[in-house]
């Protein structure tokens, strides 16, 4: 029985040791944690800040007084309204997209909008005048073309047109101006 003590002694002793060295092992080592803070500014957005301001002025073509009255459309007149978009206070570039509203109130049947001066690039309310502007740009005027055109020889175009005149409603020309911010490129 002596022989198993001593034995279970000098096991347990042995085990204590490699306990010992594994626990001294553990806490004998150096640990330190320190913070490093760097930093980086997100670019600002302020499309829609830099849009607020300026109405839009849409104004018919110079027509003869004497077949049309000052300031007034009607069927065989044309015009434009100039839209300023500006990129000045945001700091990436954008894309725009500008196309008449779904507010526009008493538009013409036979008036249609464009994008070019030809009216041969018709925009509504699901097609849009496209651009971009680098970060920063001051503003830029973009136009929309209107023609309301005199007639196409169908009767019911020139039902429509009448009933418009007959009318002789206010129209109000309301365009929507969307900027989103162009993905950006590595340099190279």
Do not use: R
Not at 35 to 47: E, H, I, L, R
Not at 147 to 152: E, L
Request: negative net charge.
């Amino acid at each position: 029985m002596k022989k198993k003590k001593t034995a279970f002694f000098v096991v347990f002793a042995v085990l204590g040791i490699a306990a010992l060295g594994l626990i001294a092992t553990v806490y004998a080592k150096y640990v330190s944690t320190i913070q490093k803070t760097g930093s980086a500014t997100v670019a600002k957005w302020a499309f829609s800040d830099d849009n607020q301001s300026g109405t839009v002025t849409c104004t018919p073509d110079p027509y003869n007084t004497d077949t049309v009255g000052s300031g007034l459309i009607a069927p065989g007149t044309s015009g434009k309204c100039p839209i300023e978009v500006s990129n000045e206070h945001t700091q990436v570039g954008i894309s725009y997209d500008i196309k008449p509203s779904a507010t526009t109130t008493n538009q013409p049947t036979n008036l249609k909008f464009y994008s070019d001066a030809n009216h041969e690039h018709e925009i509504d309310s699901s097609t849009a005048i496209h651009g971009t502007l680098t970060p920063g740009a001051a503003a830029t005027t973009v136009y929309v073309y209107w023609n309301w055109p005199f007639q196409d020889g169908t009767d019911a175009y020139d039902k429509d047109d009448t009933d418009d005149g007959e009318a002789a409603a206010t129209m109000t020309m309301t365009f929507d101006v969307t900027g989103t911010q162009v993905q950006p490129v590595a340099a190279q």
